[in-house]
Nanobody, 132 residues
Framework: QVELVESGGTLVQTGDSLRLSCAGS????????MGWFRQAPGKEREFVAT????????YYADSVKGRFTISRDNAKNTVYLQMNSLEPEDTAVYYC?????????????????????????WGQGTQVTVSS
């Protein structure tokens, strides 16, 4: 069982920066590929970013590329999402997710893990609101 707890969401202004954290449980956290997703009101949950267990492979949704940065600190069992140049369209509940399944390097290199079904565990979410 893996527990994920997100934090860092708040109300910010357009153009501000914010860093989200996702703390995970378990000694094998370092073996999990991780992802960030978001869900705006009335919309489906969508992919934001993914990072391999080692941190060497990273992929972003086009909508956040160049503005968001995903990273991880396996010693702290934590994954981060640094969000810069925030826009009102970034307003959503942000979720982190973990997969305990094995995905080959070639599979990961084909575009990361952008599908909800590729993950086994989800956090409860943290609200990010960007005002204009």
């Amino acid at each position: 069982q893996v527990e994920l707890v997100e934090s860092g969401g708040t109300l910010v202004q357009t153009g501000d920066s914010l860093r989200l954290s996702c703390a995970g449980s378990g000694r094998t956290f370092r073996n999990y590929a991780m992802g960030w997703f978001r869900q705006a009101p009335g919309k489906e949950r969508e992919f934001v970013a993914t990072i391999s267990w080692s941190g060497e492979s990273i992929y972003y949704a086009d909508s956040v590329k160049g503005r968001f940065t995903i990273s991880r600190d396996n010693a702290k069992n934590t994954v981060y999402l640094q969000m810069n140049s925030l826009e009102p369209e970034d307003t959503a509940v942000y979720y982190c997710a973990a997969t305990t399944r094995y995905y080959s390097s070639s599979y990961f290199r084909s575009g990361g893990l952008p599908r909800l079904g590729e993950y086994d565990y989800w956090g409860q979410g943290t609200q990010v609101t960007v005002s204009s």
